[in-house]
């Protein structure tokens, strides 16, 4: 019977390959019975049609049209839907749910000798999340941020300065996106290990990590669309074999740099055990006392602490591992937030000289100090309402991640927004469509009007902030949150303190590049000192 199937088949082989073809294709447009929901026809039977449509770089634009038109619910492939109603949020991403990370994150991992370096972002197993999370929270905390904010300041007087003899002395146009991006790369090198990469200093993109980075995830978001491409692309276990045994390098250039920074700082912790006495307990680096010694209290010294708290768990690759991924994740979507916020000023003129207003007010009236910098803390940034108004306004309008967050429904099934959906699907909410529901923004949510955080009453704000979904939400809200923040808080009225910014061709609109995160493109701007500091 078998033999005779088969020889049929091999006779009319383009048939077969028709029915083949034709079964699949119908098996999942009724897969898990979500063919009850809205879509493109085309995305519910496959894959591809995400792809294509992610490979465009605006799958934003499309995900916003789908809700426009077919509502709260649309189907974007096979296996996933995606939600706009801000309700989902708390089911989708709330903390005990029981939804956890689809394979869309591994895409993401690092390379390391052959070796993935699974993070708190790209992990998709919750236990390990749950206990590298543990192990490094307190490095994050809002009260951490004492401790890393001169290194925040430094990063932040040098920028401005470099911004003042790279480009305002000499009237040259500068890539805003891309030198603010080299700021926030900056940062997490000084909170990190105590020592920025030098994209600031030198004015160039340091051994093309900024480059290296946008590439990635270019390859990424389309990629992740179908993870099994990864493991013949980029994760191909080939490529990783050459990589472990150095025949051909695959290691990530950001990967190259922390595994360099470690190694000094064990070397300089070795050097200063050796030149302890070895009768004092408090030297040894099991303790992690001989970390502070070597220096300071940045992520790597609490990173290697961990190690020495937890050694059964938190061993050098999970070090590396967390040190990459600041990189990786802070500097790209920093960037990006800081350029939505000077972008949206300089375009909304009113908005640019209520700021600044705000900041002279301030001065005038001692809530900030006069340095000769410019220099803002973030306490005093604290007390400007107006710049809070504005900086919220700008990641509700352009949220550095621009894909729906992928989690998957448990077994047997969940409730979302009142519909019963099936364990094993993946569902999910994108930033660009939640951040855009005039039931909770107003009426005019495609207008930048930082007003509105202003005169939002106590629980309308409340609301207003619960929706802002620019870090994610529930146990996997961005533990980089608190970071980001104060590199944006501090530098945005630094700058304009020090700088009147005019946008280099005021007619231009600026192109976006959606690969994962939302990257901003033809952002030139020029620079007016407006004063020198006193050295």
């Known amino acids: 019977m078998f033999a005779s199937i088969l020889h049929l088949a091999f006779d009319h082989w383009l048939v077969a390959v028709f029915v083949f073809l034709g079964g699949y294709l119908a098996k999942n447009h009724f ?9 493109p026809f085309l995305a519910s039977l496959t894959d591809w049609w995400r792809f294509i449509d992610v490979w465009g770089r605006r799958p934003d634009i499309t995900h916003n049209e789908l809700h426009k038109k ?15 109603d801000p309700k989902a949020l708390k089911t989708i991403y709330g903390l005990n749910k029981g939804f956890t990370k689809s394979e869309f994150y591994p895409v993401q991992q690092a390379l390391s000798n052959g070796e993935r370096l699974p993070s708190l972002f790209s992990t998709t197993d919750e236990q390990y999340h749950a206990q590298l999370r543990r ?4 490095a994050f905390s809002m009260s951490a941020l004492v401790q890393y904010e001169p290194s925040v300041d430094e990063v932040i007087e040098k920028f401005l300065d470099q911004t003042n003899a790279l480009f305002a002395s000499k009237d040259a146009v500068c890539d805003f996106a891309e030198w603010l991006q080299f700021y926030a790369f900056d940062v997490i090198g000084a909170i990190t290990y105590s020592k920025d990469h030098g994209f600031v200093e030198t004015g160039k993109d340091v051994d093309g990590m900024v480059s290296y980075l946008g590439k990635l995830f270019s390859y990424v978001a389309p990629v992740g ?37 470690m190694s000094e700082r064990l070397d300089s912790m070795s050097l200063q055990k050796t030149s302890t006495p070895a009768s004092s307990s408090d030297s040894s680096p099991e303790n992690g006392s001989s970390t502070s010694k070597v220096k ?7 990173f290697l602490k961990a190690k020495s708290d937890r050694p059964e768990f938190f061993h ?48 005038a009236e001692g809530a900030i100090e006069d340095r000769p910098s410019g220099l803002i803390t973030w306490s005093e940034s604290q007390k400007l309402p107006y710049l809070d108004a504005c900086v919220k306004e700008a990641f509700r309008l352009h949220p550095a991640a ?63 902030e619960g929706t802002l979904f620019q870090f994610g939400a529930g146990a996997r809200t961005c533990i980089g949150k608190n970071i980001s923040l104060l590199e944006i808080y501090k530098l945005v009225p630094s700058f304009l303190r020090r700088f ?26 020029r620079f007016q000192a407006k004063s020198q500091p006193k050295k």
Request: include cysteine.
């Open 316 to 363: 050098d690759g999970r070090v590396l591992t967390m040190a990459v991924s600041m990189a990786f994740a802070g500097s790209e979507t920093t960037g990006i937030s800081l350029s939505a916020v000077f972008y949206y000023l300089l375009k909304n003129p009113t908005c640019y000289s209520a700021l600044v207003h705000e900041l002279e007010t301030a001065v």
């Open 225 to 261: 669309q179908i993870p099994a491409l990864d493991l013949l692309l980029l994760k191909n276990p080939i490529l990783r074999l050459l990589d472990k045994h150095n025949i051909m390098s695959f290691t990530f250039p950001v990967v190259t740099f922390a595994k360099a920074r």
């Open 402 to 464: 621009g894909l729906p967050l992928e989690r998957i429904v448990p077994q047997p099934s969940a409730e979302i927004c009142g519909v019963d959906v099936p364990g094993g699907t993946i569902v999910g909410c994108s930033a660009w469509v939640i951040h855009r529901r005039p039931e909770v923004f107003g009426q005019d949510v495609e207008t930048y009007r930082p007003e509105r955080w202003l005169e939002a009453g106590a629980e309308k704000r409340k609301e207003m």
């Open 500 to 525: 009147e910014i005019q946008l280099a061709n005021p007619n231009q609109e600026w192109k976006l590049h959606n690969a994962w995160f939302v990257k901003q493109l033809n952002f030139n701007t």
């Open 135 to 138: 192990s490094v929270n307190s």
């Open 296 to 302: 300071r209290d940045d992520l790597l010294s609490m």
């Open 31 to 39: 897969n898990r019975g979500l063919q009850k929901y809205p879509g």
């Open 70 to 84: 077919h509502g709260d619910i649309v189907r974007l492939g096979p296996n996933n839907l995606s939600f706009a």
